[in-house]
T-cell receptor, first 113, second 114 residues
Framework: EAGVAQSPRYKIIEKRQSVAFWCNPI?????LYWYQQILGQGPKLLIQ????????DSQLPKDRFSAERLKGVDSTLKIQPAKLEDSAVYLC???????????FGDGTRLSIL | AQSVTQLDSQVPVFEEAPVELRCNYS??????LFWYVQYPNQGLQLLLK??????LVKGINGFEAEFNKSQTSFHLRKPSVHISDTAEYFC????????????FGKGTKLSVKP
């Protein structure tokens, strides 16, 4: 079974620019998560989707971050404008349902200059 | 609110020695507990989980963990480590009834030396 796919693997931008990350979950997985992992810390949940609906976005900085999962499959996470403190690895995970084990992608490492 | 404390940020150990990575949690409700491993430049991989039942949980790669409700701990152990176990290990907790909304600890870097 193919795993969770994320792209790009690395991205370097300047502050105040915008950036987008893409995630393709495991086929058939209804639940999709985006996490932010700052260096030296554990992952922190940003947003959780169930199919194409948002279940939890309480920790998403909505003034600059947005995410969508229009057809209930692929998802995109956007940052606009980026700040220095957004430098982190952005991980996508998926599961068959909200109460099932999560499978993680390899992440996108974002560096803000 | 739930929280997870991993007491050691780094653990160096020699190959074939035993290792224990410590994890304590705080929660006012029943919880599910997890250990994940992260190899360099990769995502997280589930090692093992405790949902209910036996408090001793066996996972992949020879790891096991024991849930201790009275001490609110979920320490990870392996009797004999290999060089390939060098990685970062994360303990996580979620409220009972859901494996979503994972709260992660800050991680423990395990370095296995020859």
């Amino acid at each position: 079974e193919a795993g969770v796919a994320q792209s790009p693997r690395y991205k370097i931008i300047e502050k105040r620019q915008s950036v987008a990350f893409w995630c393709n979950p495991i086929s058939g997985h209804a639940t999709l998560y985006w996490y932010q992992q700052i260096l030296g810390q554990g992952p922190k949940l940003l947003i959780q989707f169930q199919n194409n609906g948002v279940v939890d976005d309480s920790q998403l900085p909505k003034d600059r971050f947005s995410a969508e999962r229009l057809k209930g499959v692929d998802s995109t996470l956007k940052i606009q404008p980026a700040k220095l403190e957004d430098s982190a690895v952005y991980l996508c995970a998926s599961s068959t349902g909200p109460n099932q084990p999560q499978h993680f992608g390899d992440g996108t490492r974002l560096s803000i200059l | 609110a739930q929280s997870v404390t991993q007491l050691d940020s780094q653990v160096p150990v020699f190959e074939e020695a035993p290792v224990e990575l410590r994890c304590n949690y705080s929660s006012s409700v029943s919880v599910y507990l997890f250990w994940y491993v992260q190899y360099p430049n990769q995502g997280l991989q589930l090692l093992l989980k405790y949902l209910s039942g036996s408090t001793l949980v066996k996972g992949i790669n020879g790891f096991e963990a024991e849930f201790n409700k009275s001490q609110t701990s979920f320490h990870l152990r392996k009797p004999s480590v290999h060089i390939s176990d060098t990685a970062e290990y994360f303990c996580a907790v979620s409220e009972g009834g859901s494996q979503g909304n994972l709260i992660f600890g800050k991680g423990t870097k395990l370095s296995v030396k020859p």
